[in-house]
């Protein structure tokens, strides 16, 4: 089973921020938070991932609590190609399997 | 640089017979892993593979399903006397392994019809 929480849809207005929360509180401490995509019909595509610190890079932000119990990956001027599952995962990863959870689906709207 | 690349992108066969789905890992990785999405469901992990090895095939049907990853040339994911209920989008994905800290990425899938 997936160790992570995640709500089952969101919406967000095209051009604001879209804030997706995870819950995670089970992480160990060697285990990274990853946060991956499926637009409709398309392979799951890697956003970003970390491990205590936030973390950002052209498609989007990390932020990962102090205590590392849960996360909020942020895109900051979402579009409408943003429109997708979003999936939190939570792996050691070293080179282990991607168990994917129910994610989050989220709706850009124009 | 290209991507994981699997073909083909649409495959369709009848019942009993046999389905061949190829994955070329990103240049320089040598960790292939293949994923299962059923209509209307989420991703399932399949099988890893490593050149000429299988390191955890835990979620591969116990028959007809078989997987390699040779020495030279893709990793394929082979189904034999396909069903009905064999018919899915199947992703593949490739990371250079042997580290903490890397993600997989992903190709765009096959998707498989049976009719």
């Known amino acids: 089973d997936a160790k992570t929480t995640q709500p089952p849809s969101m919406d967000c207005a095209e051009g604001r921020a879209a804030n997706l929360p995870c819950n995670h509180s089970?992480?160990?401490?060697?285990?990274?938070v990853y946060w991956y995509r499926q637009i409709h019909s398309q392979g799951p595509q890697y956003i970003i991932h970390?491990?205590?610190n936030n973390e950002t890079n052209e498609m989007a932000s990390l932020i990962i609590t102090e205590d590392r119990k849960s996360s909020t990956l942020i895109l900051p001027h979402a579009t409408l190609r943003d429109t997708a599952v979003y999936y939190c995962?939570?792996?050691?990863?070293?080179?282990?399997?991607?168990?994917f959870g129910k994610g989050t689906r989220l709706h850009i709207l124009p | 640089n290209a991507g994981v690349m699997q073909n083909p992108r649409h495959l369709v066969r009848r019942r009993g017979q046999e389905a061949r789905l190829r994955c070329s890992p990103m240049?320089?990785?040598?960790?292939v892993y293949w994923y299962r999405q059923l209509p209307e469901e989420g991703l399932k992990f399949m099988v890893y593979?490593?050149?000429?090895?299988?390191?955890?095939e835990s979620g591969m049907p116990k028959e007809r399903f078989s997987a390699e990853f040779p020495k030279e040339g893709p990793s394929i994911l082979r189904i034999q006397q396909v069903v009905r209920g064999d018919s899915a989008a199947y992703f593949c994905?490739?990371?250079?392994?042997?580290?903490?800290?890397?993600?997989?990425?992903f190709g765009d899938g096959t998707r498989l019809s049976i009719l």
């Open positions: 240049k320089g990785h040598s960790h």
């Open positions: 089970t992480i160990s401490g060697n285990e990274y």
């Open positions: 970390g491990l205590k």
């Open positions: 994905a490739s990371s250079p392994g042997g580290t903490f800290n890397q993600p997989q990425h």
């Open positions: 995962i939570v792996s050691a990863n070293r080179d282990d399997k991607i168990i």
């Open positions: 593979l490593q050149k000429e090895n299988i390191i955890d």
